[in-house]
């Protein structure tokens, strides 16, 4: 497969991103292009999504369990294995806002061989880290350290010459690649981990470091030739869409609100439908759910970038909130329908929120998914510990479907009040004009 480096369209250059004219006024509002002339995927781009899976079942075919791992097999309390597993997902996403600067002045190749180095070097650092705490810990930390640096140079790269038109086909594509890896990694590795945990590692070491070999041979983009150390990225590149500046709710703000929510289903879910359905269901609703995610993702994502922004809101908190309502009114029927609206939900919410904060940035695209990443993290540790609390709370009054009501009420009022800011933002503007 050649990795010969294309455009994705002819004058993807100076005029990338920019709207057709006479048409300023329809680009602002979020419409897509439709696939009439869409080019093919580049060899690189390819080479990045195959790449995507594999690293991905890599990661997760050892890092879902690591908690067994530093308890059962190595001692730690579980305080001490909750505070490091605390610790690695705050690297892994914090590390984000570091990643866009440190990719900005080595190149974004560069970036993703150094991050596949560090993984590298961790997955293997656990095959002796089976009879040390110490290595296992210091393991983690380096892999962590690894994908906080890899995943936005991936995005980065991925969408490195590509037009306003291409980057949600590419976006979702490569969200459905990591979503099969993940979907993919814990099942795979279900025979090894336990019995033969040496062998797992060593595998998953060889696999990062083929696939690392690979990206060797990844062409050199105009984000890895910075001219004066800086910054990495081409002016078009960096330069937000022509014309007057979006308004509307921070795509920052709005993906750690987006996130937060999206999280009581993840971490709370087992707690609720374990007892009342079966272990043996919880993982098959966990399987399609990734499945549903794979293959909607991509057929929706011209859908998704065609919205404007308030209405990407709307439909997308308000599948979340008809989710989690489905799920409180319990039954098997109101699991599966839950979660395939939340997964409506997380397709609408997430890749509107990265397309619109590529959209209003003059910053380059892998500072951009740092920040992505860091605003992920911030959602994710809100909604681990309002969720506990509140569904403490529920479980102590007796309905632990009251969970899920007051989560589906967040839900609803979410939108509401990130639009009233925007009006409310508005609003001095217009009464300043109406007077004189």
């Not at 690297?91 to 990719?103: E, K, L, M, R």
């Not at 289903?265 to 995610?293: K, W």
């Not at 809101?313 to 489905?326: E, I, K, Q, S, T």
Request: aromatic share 8%.
């Amino acid at each position: 497969m050649s990795l010969r480096r294309t455009d994705g369209a002819p004058g993807a250059g100076a005029d990338r991103g920019r709207p057709a004219p006479g048409r300023r006024g329809r680009a602002r509002r979020g419409t897509a292009p439709r696939r009439a002339g869409r080019p093919p995927l580049t060899g690189p781009q390819r080479f990045l999504l195959g790449g995507s899976f594999l690293i991905t079942l890599g990661s997760f075919a050892v890092l879902p369990y690591m908690s067994v791992l530093l308890h059962q097999r190595l001692g730690l309390g579980l305080g001490t294995v909750g505070f490091v597993l605390a610790v690695a997902s705050l690297i892994q996403f914090a590390g984000g806002v570091v990643a866009g600067p440190v990719a900005g002045r080595i190149g974004l190749r560069r970036a993703m061989l150094l991050a596949l180095g560090l993984r590298t070097a961790g997955f293997a650092a656990l095959v002796p880290g089976l009879t040390s705490p110490v290595l296992a810990v210091g393991a983690l930390l380096l892999v962590s350290a690894g994908a906080a640096l890899y995943l936005p140079a991936n995005k980065a790269y991925l969408v490195e010459g590509a037009s306003q038109a291409q980057r949600p086909r590419l976006l979702s594509a490569s969200g459905s690649a990591f979503n099969a890896g993940m979907a993919l990694g814990p099942p795979a590795a279900a025979p090894l981990v336990m019995g033969s945990p040496g062998v797992l590692f060593s595998g998953v070491t060889v696999l990062f470091a083929l696939v690392g070999a690979g990206h060797a041979l990844l062409p050199a983009g105009a984000a890895d030739r910075p001219a004066d150390g800086s910054s990495a990225a081409p002016a078009a590149d960096r330069a937000p869409e022509s014309g007057a500046p979006r308004s509307g709710p921070s795509p920052f703000v709005v993906t750690v609100l987006s996130v937060y929510a999206f999280m009581f289903f993840q971490h709370y879910l087992a707690l609720y439908a374990v007892p009342r359905t079966s272990a043996a269901f919880y993982g098959a609703v966990l399987t399609g759910y990734a499945a549903l995610l794979v293959v909607a993702q991509p057929l929706l994502a011209e859908r998704v970038a065609a919205l404007g922004y308030p209405a990407a809101l709307r439909w997308g908190f308000g599948a979340m909130a008809a989710g989690m309502a489905a799920i409180g009114a319990g039954g098997h029927a109101g699991i599966v329908v839950g979660g395939a609206l939340l997964c409506l939900g997380e397709i609408v919410l997430f890749l509107k929120n990265d397309l619109e904060a590529l959209a209003r940035s003059s910053a380059a695209p892998a500072s951009v998914f740092g920040r992505q990443r860091l605003a992920a993290g911030i959602g994710a540790f809100a909604s681990g510990v309002v969720g506990g609390q509140l569904y403490g709370a529920a479980e102590s009054a007796g309905s632990a479907r009251g969970f899920w009501a007051a989560v589906c009420l967040q839900c609803l009022l979410l939108p509401v009040f990130l639009l009233r800011r925007r009006r409310t933002a508005r609003d001095p503007e217009g009464s300043r004009a109406g007077v004189g």
